[in-house]
């Protein structure tokens, strides 16, 4: 069809440009798939070419995944927003704060507070990622939890050690993205008495027909799993033993307990659109309710403060000019003015990326849903440099062909 050979050079373009490796993208409205696009090559290394069904790691994409399952669980009236998390996690009753982020780890005042699973869901609970300070709290996130996406830590001992660490901000202060994902994940999972993969495939995997959705890739599906791929030193896609930074190993090991709600999951584009078809049918795909209306229309709805929403920001960007923030992704406040890099639709569109080029919005107001999926894994250092940036230009243009 014309609108998916429109999209297919669009993202090709970047491709054919050595900016991207490859890229899945949909269109779905009118109740189907409208447009498609598969692009480049999904493994560097023997040059297999990206299809519909390829599987990819969907970084940060996973949290809404998360907060959804969780809701869920408030919906049975586990917990409520309000809730101290210290009724599941008594290690975090008594909480300190650093008087300055990247300050002494002994250089703290206690908590005004304790943390509430609003907290978690909303990224206000004074959690945040080691890779963002060149401080002492940056050294003692990676000595007490491992690595973001594989972690050798057990979750009972990844919840104490990051109760052990200061925050960098007060219970309910401020927007601070970081771990409060992960730590909402394995608190379900704790109340659950099972895995948080087990978690999320009985209330969200298994009842939207998510096959391809998990915290690793099985052994017969390893054949339409996407490679690590990032760039050289010139900038040109290379590809990668395993993901920068040390955040993921290249392959998970066997029995190993910690999963990142956070960050760990895998999936393919037509997985991730039974998922995202919920924000635009009020928690229900064909047939099948995973949240009250009601419920759905609160994870959709900003609960940041015109204050926080104003100091909200990332590596010294502002994030919620146009933005707000609901339970687990962003919500547009200014359709005008929204930014495509999170989402951009009418009022109430929501979405959140994922730092491997994973992107995707639900749009209420029309119905659609647009989803990009890739692998385009950079250092901190090369984004700075302005390495890797073609997908985002890759989104913007997809963006703007689907919107048409």
């Known amino acids: 069809m014309p609108g998916a050979a429109s999209i297919e050079a669009a993202i090709g373009k970047y491709v054919e440009a050595g900016e991207l490796a490859g890229a899945a993208a949909l269109v779905w409205r009118d109740g189907r798939v409208v447009e498609r696009a598969a692009v480049g090559r999904r493994d560097l290394e023997t040059g297999a070419p990206v299809e519909r069904d390829t599987i990819f790691r969907i970084a940060s994409m996973s949290k809404p995944l998360t907060c959804l399952a969780a809701l869920t669980m408030m919906e049975e009236g586990r917990f ?4 101290p998390i210290s009724r599941v996690a008594p290690e975090f009753v008594r909480m300190r704060v650093l008087r300055a982020a990247d300050g002494p780890l002994d250089d703290t005042v206690p908590a005004d507070r304790q943390i509430t699973f609003g907290d978690l869901l909303t990224h206000r609970a004074g959690l945040t990622y ?26 009972d001992d990844w919840i104490a050690g990051l109760a052990a660490l200061p925050l960098i901000g007060h219970p309910g202060a401020d927007f601070h993205y970081g771990h409060s994902t992960d730590l909402l994940g394995l608190l379900i999972a704790r109340m659950e008495g099972v895995s948080l993969g087990e978690v999320l495939s009985h209330r969200v995997f298994g009842p939207l027909g998510m096959s391809d959705t998990g915290f690793s890739v099985p052994a017969d599906k390893r054949g339409r799993r996407a490679g690590s791929c990032g760039f050289d030193a010139q900038g040109r896609p290379s590809a990668l033993a395993a993901p920068p930074g040390g955040a ?34 009020e928690g229900a795909v064909d047939g099948v309710r995973l949240l009250k ?29 146009a933005h707000g923030f609901g339970l687990g992704l962003a919500v547009v406040m200014d ?5 495509v890099s999170r989402c951009k639709g009418g009022l109430g569109t929501v979405g959140w990326p994922g730092a491997y080029g994973g992107w995707w919005q639900a749009d209420p107001t029309d119905g659609s849903v647009m989803i990009l999926l890739a692998h385009n894994m950079m250092e901190l250092e090369q984004l700075m440099a302005g390495i890797g940036l073609g997908v985002y230009a890759a989104i913007t243009d997809f963006h703007q062909l689907a919107s048409a």
């Open 335 to 339: 359709p005008e003015r929204a930014a």
């Open 248 to 281: 993921a190993l290249a392959e998970r090991p066997q029995g190993m307990a910690f999963e990142s709600g956070g960050q760990g999951l895998w999936s393919t584009v037509d997985d991730y659109l039974a998922f995202a078809r919920l924000f635009v049918g």
């Open 80 to 83: 409520s927003l309000d809730d």
């Open 130 to 155: 080691g890779d963002f300070h060149s401080g002492p709290i940056g050294a003692a996130h990676k000595a007490a939890l491992g690595g973001d996406i594989d972690s050798p830590v057990a979750p």
């Open 293 to 321: 209306p009601e419920t759905m229309a609160l994870m959709m709805t900003n609960q940041l403060s015109e204050a926080q929403r104003a100091r909200g920001s990332m590596f010294g960007m502002p994030l919620f000019s």
